[in-house]
């Protein structure tokens, strides 16, 4: 597609409840970065995709998120029994590297809102 | 460690320039990125400087880079309404493979 586009742009749960957020990345990026924008706070890192695979799973806040990515493109991050501390904008993000440059743009979505009530 | 600081809120008359401070503490960033965040939208690139460069100019914006004190700075020109925004600044480590480091974003309010 022409941008990141993510969904739903807005959920509201009920704490214990299980949530899934969907990011379709542009067509022919093979990166794919989800962050976590909370009120007053910068843009935590959550997890990196290269392809399918998932090789730095470091930000994930505990095991109960989970994120695949499948035929290296759409990918679905799943929040299970959701807590209030997780209401926040979930952001996505893919990327292409610059050959000109060496530099790496990603390219953000809208974001996910996400309210734990 | 990696830590990306930046002052949370900027008020500036249109058509004065704004200036956005940040640091950082990564010495190994090769990429260093300012980002801007509209209302309820996503993420925007504004422009980034490549680690060996000090100055990068495009049209109404300027980055400056001081390397040895681990300072960057987004200069806006002419600053407009619709510059309204939060900008956050972002840093690429050399032995990343892509992660950005972003700060909490400066809140810039420009008045009439």
């Known amino acids: 597609g022409a941008g990141v586009s993510q969904s739903p742009s807005n959920k509201v749960t009920e704490k214990g409840k299980d949530v899934e957020l969907r990011c379709d990345p542009i067509s022919g990026h093979t990166a794919l970065y989800w962050y976590r924008q909370s009120l007053g706070q910068g843009l935590e890192f959550l997890i990196y995709f290269q392809g399918n695979s998932a090789p730095d799973k470091s930000g994930l806040p505990s095991d109960r998120f989970s994120a695949e990515r499948t035929g290296g493109s759409v990918s679905t991050l799943t929040i299970q029994r959701t807590q209030q501390e997780d209401s926040a904008v979930y952001l996505c993000?893919?990327?292409?590297?610059?050959?000109?440059?060496?530099?790496?743009?990603?390219?953000f979505g809208a974001g996910s809102r996400l309210t734990v009530l | 460690g990696e830590d990306v600081e930046q002052s949370l809120f900027l008020s500036v008359r249109e058509g004065d320039s704004s200036v956005i401070n940040c640091t950082y503490t990564?010495?190994?960033?090769?990429?260093l990125y300012w980002y801007k965040q509209e209302p309820g939208a996503g993420l925007q690139l504004l422009t980034y400087?490549?680690?060996?460069?000090d100055m990068k100019q495009d049209q109404r914006l300027t980055v400056l880079l001081n390397k040895k004190d681990k300072h960057l700075s987004l200069r806006i020109a002419d600053t407009q309404t619709g510059d309204s925004a939060i900008y956050f600044c972002a840093e690429k480590a050399s032995d990343s493979w892509g992660k950005l480091q972003f700060g909490a974003g400066t809140q810039v309010v420009v008045t009439p």
């Open positions: 400087i490549f680690s060996n460069m």
């Open positions: 990564d010495s190994s960033s090769t990429y």
């Open positions: 993000a893919s990327s292409s590297r610059q050959f000109s440059t060496g530099a790496n743009v990603l390219t």
